[in-house]
Protein backbone atom coordinates (compact mmCIF):
# COMPACT_ATOMS: atom_id res chain seq x y z
CA UNK A 1 0.00 0.00 0.00
CA UNK A 2 1.07 3.29 -0.77
CA UNK A 3 1.90 6.24 1.79
CA UNK A 4 -0.66 8.86 1.86
CA UNK A 5 1.98 11.40 1.18
CA UNK A 6 4.69 9.92 -0.81
CA UNK A 7 3.41 8.83 -4.57
CA UNK A 8 4.85 10.28 -7.29
CA UNK A 9 2.13 11.24 -9.72
CA UNK A 10 2.33 10.44 -13.18
CA UNK A 11 1.54 13.52 -15.69
CA UNK A 12 -0.46 10.79 -17.13
CA UNK A 13 -3.30 9.91 -14.63
CA UNK A 14 -4.73 13.58 -14.24
CA UNK A 15 -5.37 16.71 -16.02
CA UNK A 16 -2.64 18.86 -17.14
CA UNK A 17 -4.20 21.50 -14.52
CA UNK A 18 -2.38 19.64 -11.94
CA UNK A 19 1.36 20.18 -10.02
CA UNK A 20 4.46 18.33 -11.93
CA UNK A 21 7.27 17.04 -9.76
CA UNK A 22 4.65 17.03 -6.38
CA UNK A 23 3.77 15.20 -3.15
CA UNK A 24 0.01 13.64 -3.32
CA UNK A 25 -2.08 13.80 -0.27
CA UNK A 26 -5.01 11.77 0.05
CA UNK A 27 -8.15 13.23 1.61
CA UNK A 28 -11.64 12.78 3.38
CA UNK A 29 -13.98 15.36 3.61
CA UNK A 30 -16.92 14.87 6.19
CA UNK A 31 -19.02 14.72 3.39
CA UNK A 32 -17.28 11.39 2.07
CA UNK A 33 -15.91 12.97 -0.90
CA UNK A 34 -12.81 11.52 -1.78
CA UNK A 35 -10.14 14.45 -2.96
CA UNK A 36 -6.22 14.69 -3.07
CA UNK A 37 -3.88 17.27 -2.34
CA UNK A 38 -0.83 17.77 -4.56
CA UNK A 39 2.16 19.84 -3.06
CA UNK A 40 5.18 21.14 -4.81
CA UNK A 41 7.88 18.74 -3.25
CA UNK A 42 9.98 21.91 -2.58
CA UNK A 43 7.39 23.19 -0.49
CA UNK A 44 6.32 19.67 1.11
CA UNK A 45 9.75 19.55 2.20
CA UNK A 46 10.17 22.57 3.81
CA UNK A 47 7.48 21.76 5.71
CA UNK A 48 8.56 18.37 6.66
CA UNK A 49 12.05 19.82 7.67
CA UNK A 50 9.98 22.33 10.18
CA UNK A 51 7.96 20.16 11.25
CA UNK A 52 10.25 16.74 11.96
CA UNK A 53 9.06 14.28 9.68
CA UNK A 54 7.24 13.37 6.55
CA UNK A 55 4.06 11.81 8.79
CA UNK A 56 3.72 14.97 10.72
CA UNK A 57 4.20 17.16 7.86
CA UNK A 58 1.21 15.38 5.74
CA UNK A 59 -0.80 15.26 9.32
CA UNK A 60 -0.65 19.27 9.04
CA UNK A 61 -1.84 20.05 5.99
CA UNK A 62 -4.88 16.67 6.63
CA UNK A 63 -6.25 19.03 9.64
CA UNK A 64 -5.79 22.08 7.87
CA UNK A 65 -7.92 20.67 4.58
CA UNK A 66 -10.71 19.41 7.58
CA UNK A 67 -11.20 23.35 9.03
CA UNK A 68 -12.02 23.89 5.45
CA UNK A 69 -13.11 21.24 3.47
CA UNK A 70 -17.08 22.45 3.31
CA UNK A 71 -15.83 25.42 0.90
CA UNK A 72 -15.27 25.60 -2.82
CA UNK A 73 -12.25 23.60 -4.43
CA UNK A 74 -10.86 27.10 -5.16
CA UNK A 75 -11.38 28.70 -1.75
CA UNK A 76 -9.72 25.52 0.07
CA UNK A 77 -6.58 25.77 -2.26
CA UNK A 78 -6.53 29.65 -1.13
CA UNK A 79 -6.21 28.75 2.62
CA UNK A 80 -3.91 25.81 2.03
CA UNK A 81 -1.52 27.90 0.58
CA UNK A 82 -1.96 31.10 2.81
CA UNK A 83 -1.18 28.39 5.92
CA UNK A 84 1.75 27.24 4.16
CA UNK A 85 2.96 30.52 3.48
CA UNK A 86 2.78 31.46 7.16
CA UNK A 87 3.20 28.38 8.53
CA UNK A 88 7.07 28.38 6.39
CA UNK A 89 7.68 32.33 6.59
CA UNK A 90 7.30 32.74 2.84
CA UNK A 91 7.05 36.16 0.85
CA UNK A 92 6.72 34.21 -2.51
CA UNK A 93 3.23 32.97 -3.64
CA UNK A 94 3.24 28.57 -3.07
CA UNK A 95 0.93 26.85 -5.29
CA UNK A 96 -1.41 23.88 -3.86
CA UNK A 97 -3.65 21.75 -6.95
CA UNK A 98 -6.66 19.68 -5.03
CA UNK A 99 -8.47 17.68 -6.97
CA UNK A 100 -11.50 15.32 -6.84
CA UNK A 101 -10.85 11.37 -7.41
Same mark, same amino acid.
Given at each position: ?????? =????????? @? &??????? +? !??? $????? =????????? @? &??????? +? !??? $????????????????????????????????????????????????
Amino acid at each position: MESAFS =HQMNPNEVP @S &TTLTDSV +R !IDL $ANHQG =HTRYLQIPH @S &TFDQLTL +R !IGN $AHKAGQWCIAHYHDVDNLSVSAIERYLSLMLRAYLQQERQLTVCLMEQ
